[in-house]
């Protein structure tokens, strides 16, 4: 929509292609795709299918770069041989990271917010039923929603029962990847449309949500998840001019040290544009990976960061000339 939105008064074709499309809608996509008369397609991993096939491809956009494998990347490189490919992240993997900072991959920067956005506060702690409930009392009180993620299929009817026993007065849907689609789709299109008041759902809400009025987030054992990954789902509230709220809450009374770096980093990035340092901070945790291999975070420390880091430049420097 916003793309549509943007390109109106340009004379170019925009198309979608998602598994949520009917078979029919998909087939003349494709073929147009073939035809060459589509000038832009936007579009899910289903891309990256077999039977899609370009006519005259030239251009790549890949937004939310850390969600694709090495694999899928190469497939679309592959498309042609030479093509522009512009990769879009607010927390680039380690390895795509360590890359542009190595100088392989070009990098550029956008700090600065949209106008009248505002810090999200964020929480950590074990599990409380008090203040979890304090935080969707007050969000539900200012007529706002809430994201309550429960990443356990088996049981997130179990959670979602809990939370209409306490909080009675509110609306409260269910969203997750193993759904019927259609189920899915009118699950998100009610809670776009303020039909519902908490929903109970997995990571599917990781990417693409944009909803000014849900700026309460609570995550359940956010331990388990990696601090990019944490970060992409903060960054679901806060989408508008009002005050956001992130509870993060774990079981462990005591965490790993892994854990808890990743989760005091989440916490003291905290403001506007803290995607980059946030990177940096999965780097340092996770290392870098293989450059030309399929691991996208890995062990440089192995060897040290500093000779890691010159041997890789000999070799860039070598290329280069």
Known sequence: MNFTTRMKNLPVKIEKLSRFYNKKKQADVLLELKAGTVDFVIGTHRLLSADVVFKNLDLIIIDEEQRFGVKQKEKFKSLRERINVLTLSATPIPRTLFMALSGIRDIS????????????????????????????GRELLRKGQIYYLHNQVQTIEAKASQLIKLHPDAKIGIAHGQMDERRLAKTMNDFASDKIDILVCSTIIENGLDL????????????RFGLAQLYQIRGRIGRSARQAHCLL???????????????????????????????????????????????????????????????????????KK
């Open 109 to 136: 920067e956008i700090n600065t917010p949209p106008v009248g956005r505002k810090n999200i506060e964020t929480k950590i702690c074990k599990n409380d039923s008090e203040i979890e409930s304090e935080y969707i």
């Open 212 to 223: 000014a009025n849900v700026n309460t987030l609570i995550v359940e054992e956010a331990d």
């Open 249 to 319: 809450l774990h079981k462990e009374s005591k965490l790993s040290a892994d854990a808890y770096k990743r989760l005091n980093a989440l916490a003291e990035n905290s403001f506007l544009g803290a995607g980059f340092n946030i990177a940096l901070s999965d780097l340092e945790i996770r290392g870098g990976g293989n450059i030309l291999g399929k691991e996208q975070h890995g062990t440089m420390e192995a060897i040290g960061l500093v000779l890691y880091t010159k041997l890789l430049k000999q070799a860039v420097d070598k290329l």
